[in-house]
């Protein structure tokens, strides 16, 4: 029998403005978490927060497969951009998933999994190819329905949908020097957050596929120019929930 999806939200706000869009949700906690059951769109759904951090992060997807037997997950949140041209309001959708404070070196490569081999891992192309179309479809739609404070707070104009690398780590990345260490360590970074490659890691040991989508949040330097808390409700959550929408409205 087809499983469920997971919808993975890194923030609360996102959570509720997904649970908005199920009308028949049922709580269960397991390991600490809140597993949400229910139906978005005729779609069997499980939803749940991640958990800050690659621990956490690889707790809830290993729940969510043992427990849950989700078929797929996808996973929306916010970033810090670091590629070029990543701006506070883009969304980044992951290719590639790489822990960027993983270090067992001289035994090992510099940013290598130990056991695995490698340093990346990927997202699955087909889940990820129909996340891209949710994207691209919400940020054509979404900033224009805005409220006009909102887009100028935020210096939203053309948000652009960017796939590429995505970077995890357990730190918040908020100072130039360290997001500039990042960028000449792995300058094909597009953004850095906490919980992609656990979430990767865990679903390659699986097979389960994974999608993730984040919204930037901040350019991960010390210009504090974002409202973090405003960003979050005001335009984050909206974006997740419409992405999430749209994905699971499509065939
Ligand atoms: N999530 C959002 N912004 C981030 C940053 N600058 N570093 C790590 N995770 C983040």
Do not use: N
Request: charged letters at 20%; one cysteine or more; aromatic letters at 6%.
């Amino acid at each position: 029998m087809e499983g469920p999806t997971a919808i993975v939200s890194a923030l609360h706000e996102e959570l509720q403005a997904v649970l908005h869009l199920m009308p028949d949700e049922h709580q269960q906690s397991v390991g600490g978490r809140t597993f949400w059951r229910g139906h978005l769109h005729g779609c069997d759904v499980v939803a749940v927060l991640s958990g800050i951090g690659k621990v956490a992060a690889a707790t809830t997807a290993t729940v969510l497969i043992e427990r849950f037997h989700v078929q797929r997950i996808v996973f929306t949140g916010v970033a810090g951009g670091l590629g070029e041209g990543v701006k506070v309001g883009d969304v980044v959708v992951a290719r590639q998933f790489l822990q960027h404070d993983m270090d067992a070196s001289p035994i090992f490569p510099r940013h290598e999994v130990p056991g695995y081999g490698r340093a990346t891992f990927d997202a699955d192309a087909a889940l990820t190819a129909r996340l891209v179309r949710a994207a691209g479809q919400v940020l054509s739609e979404l900033p224009a329905q805005l409220p006009d404070a909102v887009r100028s707070a935020f210096g939203l104009h053309t948000p652009a949908c960017h796939q590429g690398l995505l970077i995890s780590g357990d730190r918040f990345v908020s100072t130039t020097a360290e997001s500039e260490a990042l960028r000449r360590e792995l300058p094909q970074a597009l953004a850095v957050e906490m919980e992609g490659a656990a979430f990767a890691q865990v679903c390659h040991d699986y097979r389960v596929p994974l999608a993730v989508v984040r919204t930037i949040s901040d350019r991960a330097d010390d210009a504090a120019h974002v409202d973090f808390a405003r960003f979050l409700r005001e335009v984050a959550s909206r974006y997740s929930a419409a992405i999430i929408d749209e994905l699971l409205m499509q065939p």
